[in-house]
């Protein structure tokens, strides 16, 4: 029904939506097709785009038989994000590579790969789906053994022609329950209830069985990773208190060392705590996800600790850092409250907004997790190191490009919050601008408000206090605009501003200080050492500061909207660029000293 939406409208199925969109990136046919366009399940609760059916907002079914797909799924687990998906048919098509992987798809009932050109080994993965009903793999190029199936839901079973299929048919109820048609065409596959026995292979096979043996292995290594990971989880949400941690500096996510007794637990229990772990860890971006096993047993260095929780840096195996962000003190929310809250900062998408990769909901933990940003925050780049020899001086050119990337994560953000379901910034400073190996800005912590109680988040949040917050403790866009114009005082003046200075920092009150100067007519003073020795930007460096006066502004209704700092910064940062090229010509160059004065964006006095 069109417009029947759920009260909880903010939810932006942008983890489902990337997945069907990665997955049609794969096959022209789909890039092609007309109707895979727009919101699929979300605002109709039906699907427009052919083949896929939608059930509670949900992808339930992508089904594509006999549709001309042909091209390979890199992505082993790009369709991770449609958790719903019971029904997968892609039939007859000619689609390459190595099979998907079904981890985190645990509601599949039934999966029709057959006559495609598949290679590699069958997915361990569907060990996991309990309500396999119907399982074909048919007619592909599938090797190595056949997993140890044993579902009692599965009636259906076709592995037949694969040609490379090889080891003994493993004796569980389920996989000896099918007929040997489900088995034919395997030369290297023997045993019950195929049709080649076991005695009979020839001598040759000895490879395959190695083969198998290694790929039983492997299944089982993979097996013992999980449960290491379930119980490193369990065993990390017991670890001491964050204040405790990061005393410590760093601490250690891995537990092989300890005597994990894997005998005392059933397969079945197993199974079990590996499916509670898999659901309780959602990435929300396709191609965001990471190796879990890695995750945990990697160790984890304290990178602070912030007003919601604490921060580690996380080294996986394959160099990628990753961070972990432990919240805490937040409000009492149910798996789906959080998720719904998750979904809507994963729809944030911004060039200048650091994306969320996933979260862990668990009863008492709760983490995020994001991609490290190597080059520190903005809090260390203005005011690290200022008297030491590692000092690398912070120019003003690169100081208004943070300034503009800043300003346009702020209203990305602004322009996608609904003022209905609010989740402005909320807590806007030095420390949440991030600078990746690049030194690209990336704004993070961006809508905690949305999951700390009110009174948490009015002592909390709102770095620069702006004086409408400390009457009505109300946080809004106007005291993130508020706060946006402190950074930018902070950036010019090189001054730590007492409200945002991390823990054991000394500040002056920044904006008092800056409104004095103006008051007082100081001169270049004003501006950090630093960036005055360039006078050829003395011009933009006075704008910015105007820019900062008037998002400071006492009254919330003079300030600006971050869409017109936005277009005040581009023309700041065209004519930088036009006295950049002017100052190879030193006569062109004022040597005026700048003051800054009030101009037309600067109202009130003070
Ligand atoms: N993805 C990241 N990459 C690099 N450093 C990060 C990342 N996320 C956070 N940090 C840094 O880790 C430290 C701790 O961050 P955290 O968010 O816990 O606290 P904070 O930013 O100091 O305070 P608050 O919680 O009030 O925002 C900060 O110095 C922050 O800049």
């Given at each position: 029904?069109?417009?029947?939406?759920?009260?909880?409208?903010?939810?932006?199925?942008?983890?489902?939506?990337?997945?069907?969109?990665?997955?049609?990136?794969?096959?022209?046919?789909?890039?092609?097709?007309?109707?895979?366009?727009?919101?699929?399940?979300?605002?109709?609760?039906?699907?427009?785009?052919?083949?896929?059916?939608?059930?509670?907002?949900?992808?339930?079914?992508?089904?594509?038989?006999?549709?001309?797909?042909?091209?390979?799924?890199?992505?082993?687990?790009?369709?991770?994000?449609?958790?719903?998906?019971?029904?997968?048919?892609?039939?007859?098509?000619?689609?390459?590579?190595?099979?998907?992987?079904?981890?985190?798809?645990?509601?599949?009932?039934?999966?029709?790969?057959?006559?495609?050109?598949?290679?590699?080994?069958?997915?361990?993965?569907?060990?996991?789906?309990?309500?396999?009903?119907?399982?074909?793999?048919?007619?592909?190029?599938?090797?190595?053994?056949?997993?140890?199936?044993?579902?009692?839901?599965?009636?259906?079973?076709?592995?037949?022609?694969?040609?490379?299929?090889?080891?003994?048919?493993?004796?569980?109820?389920?996989?000896?329950?099918?007929?040997?048609?489900?088995?034919?065409?395997?030369?290297?596959?023997?045993?019950?209830?195929?049709?080649?026995?076991?005695?009979?292979?020839?001598?040759?096979?000895?490879?395959?069985?190695?083969?198998?043996?290694?790929?039983?292995?492997?299944?089982?290594?993979?097996?013992t990773?999980?449960i290491f990971?379930?119980r490193s989880?369990?065993d990390?949400?017991?670890?001491?208190?964050?204040?405790?941690?990061?005393?410590?500096?760093?601490?250690?996510?891995?537990f092989s060392g300890v005597n994990v007794n894997r005998d005392n637990l059933?397969?079945?229990?197993?199974?079990?705590?590996?499916?509670?772990?898999?659901?309780?860890?959602?990435?929300?971006?396709?191609?965001?996800?990471?190796?879990?096993?890695?995750?945990?047993?990697?160790?984890?260095?304290?990178?602070?600790?912030?007003?919601?929780?604490?921060?580690?840096?996380?080294?996986?195996?394959?160099?990628?850092?990753?961070?972990?962000?432990?919240?805490?003190?937040?409000?009492?929310?149910?798996?789906?409250?959080?998720?719904?809250?998750?979904?809507?900062?994963?729809?944030?998408?911004?060039?200048?907004?650091?994306?969320?990769?996933?979260?862990?909901?668990?009863?008492?933990?709760?983490?995020?997790?994001?991609?490290?940003?190597?080059?520190?925050?903005?809090?260390?780049?203005?005011?690290?190191?200022?008297?030491?020899?590692?000092?690398?001086?912070?120019?003003?050119?690169?100081?208004?490009?943070?300034?503009?990337?800043?300003?346009?994560?702020?209203?990305?953000?602004?322009?996608?919050?609904?003022?209905?379901?609010?989740?402005?910034?909320?807590?806007?400073?030095?420390?949440?601008?991030?600078?990746?190996?690049?030194?690209?800005?990336?704004?993070?912590?961006?809508?905690?408000?949305?999951?700390?109680?009110?009174?948490?988040?009015?002592?909390?949040?709102?770095?620069?206090?702006?004086?409408?917050?400390?009457?009505?403790?109300?946080?809004?866009?106007?005291?993130?605009?508020?706060?946006?114009?402190?950074?930018?005082?902070?950036?010019?003046?090189?001054?730590?501003?007492?409200?945002?200075?991390?823990?054991?920092?000394?500040?002056?009150?920044?904006?008092?200080?800056?409104?004095?100067?103006?008051?007082?007519?100081?001169?270049?003073?004003?501006?950090?050492?630093?960036?005055?020795?360039?006078?050829?930007?003395?011009?933009?460096?006075?704008?910015?500061?105007?820019?900062?006066?008037?998002?400071?502004?006492?009254?919330?209704?003079?300030?600006?909207?971050?869409?017109?700092?936005?277009?005040?910064?581009?023309?700041?940062?065209?004519?930088?660029?036009?006295?950049?090229?002017?100052?190879?010509?030193?006569?062109?160059?004022?040597?005026?000293?700048?003051?800054?004065?009030?101009?037309?964006?600067?109202?009130?006095?003070?």
């Amino acid at each position: 029904v069109i417009g029947d939406v759920p009260d909880n409208d903010t939810r932006y199925f942008v983890g489902e939506q990337d997945a069907l969109l990665a997955f049609r990136q794969a096959f022209r046919r789909l890039r092609d097709e007309p109707s895979w366009k727009g919101l699929h399940c979300l605002l109709h609760n039906y699907s427009t785009w052919h083949g896929i059916t939608c059930l509670n907002y949900h992808v339930t079914a992508i089904d594509l038989p006999d549709f001309g797909l042909s091209g390979q799924l890199d992505d082993p687990l790009v369709l991770a994000n449609l958790t719903e998906l019971t029904v997968l048919s892609l039939r007859n098509n000619s689609i390459q590579g190595a099979m998907l992987d079904f981890y985190f798809n645990l509601e599949l009932t039934s999966i029709d790969f057959s006559m495609n050109m598949l290679s590699g080994p069958i997915s361990d993965s569907l060990l996991y789906l309990d309500s396999l009903e119907s399982l074909r793999l048919d007619h592909n190029m599938l090797n190595g053994a056949i997993p140890p199936l044993n579902q009692s839901s599965l009636k259906a079973l076709n592995l037949s022609y694969n040609y490379y299929l090889t080891g003994e048919i493993p004796r569980t109820a389920t996989l000896q329950s099918f007929d040997e048609s489900s088995y034919l065409g395997n030369p290297g596959l023997c045993g019950n209830p195929g049709p080649i026995s076991c005695q009979n292979r020839p001598k040759e096979k000895t490879s395959s069985f190695s083969n198998g043996l290694l790929l039983a292995a492997s299944v089982i290594l993979s097996v013992t990773m999980l449960i290491f990971l379930a119980r490193s989880i369990r065993d990390y949400c017991m670890e001491p208190k964050e204040s405790e941690v990061v005393k410590e500096k760093s601490f250690q996510l891995d537990f092989s060392g300890v005597n994990v007794n894997r005998d005392n637990l059933t397969s079945e229990e197993r199974r079990e705590v590996v499916k509670e772990v898999r659901k309780k860890i959602t990435f929300v971006r396709a191609g965001g996800g990471f190796d879990l096993d890695n995750l945990l047993k990697a160790s984890a260095d304290g990178l602070g600790k912030g007003s919601f929780g604490s921060c580690y840096k996380v080294v996986l195996d394959d160099a990628r850092s990753i961070v972990v962000k432990r919240l805490r003190e937040l409000s009492p929310l149910s798996s789906e409250e959080f998720s719904i809250r998750m979904r809507a900062l994963a729809a944030m998408d911004h060039p200048n907004v650091l994306p969320l990769l996933g979260y862990y909901y668990g009863q008492d933990e709760k983490l995020l997790f994001f991609n490290f940003a190597q080059n520190g925050n903005l809090f260390n780049r203005i005011h690290g190191e200022r008297k030491g020899p590692n000092r690398i001086p912070f120019k003003w050119s690169s100081r208004l490009s943070v300034a503009h990337g800043v300003a346009r994560a702020m209203k990305h953000l602004h322009l996608n919050t609904k003022e209905s379901t609010a989740i402005p910034h909320g807590n806007l400073k030095s420390t949440n601008v991030l600078l990746d190996e690049n030194d690209v800005v990336l704004v993070c912590d961006y809508g905690l408000v949305s999951l700390v109680p009110p009174s948490l988040a009015v002592r909390r949040m709102v770095s620069y206090k702006s004086p409408d917050y400390q009457h009505q403790h109300k946080i809004s866009k106007k005291t993130d605009i508020w706060s946006y114009g402190c950074l930018l005082l902070e950036l010019l003046t090189g001054k730590i501003s007492a409200h945002s200075a991390p823990e054991g920092i000394q500040g002056v009150e920044l904006c008092n200080w800056v409104h004095r100067a103006v008051r007082e007519e100081w001169t270049a003073e004003v501006f950090d050492a630093e960036i005055t020795e360039d006078k050829s930007a003395w011009k933009g460096m006075v704008r910015l500061m105007e820019i900062g006066l008037w998002c400071i502004e006492i009254s919330p209704d003079k300030r600006p909207e971050m869409g017109e700092v936005v277009r005040e910064l581009e023309g700041i940062l065209a004519s930088n660029c036009d006295s950049e090229e002017d100052s190879t010509d030193r006569s062109s160059v004022s040597e005026a000293t700048p003051t800054v004065g009030r101009g037309g964006a600067v109202g009130d006095e003070w």
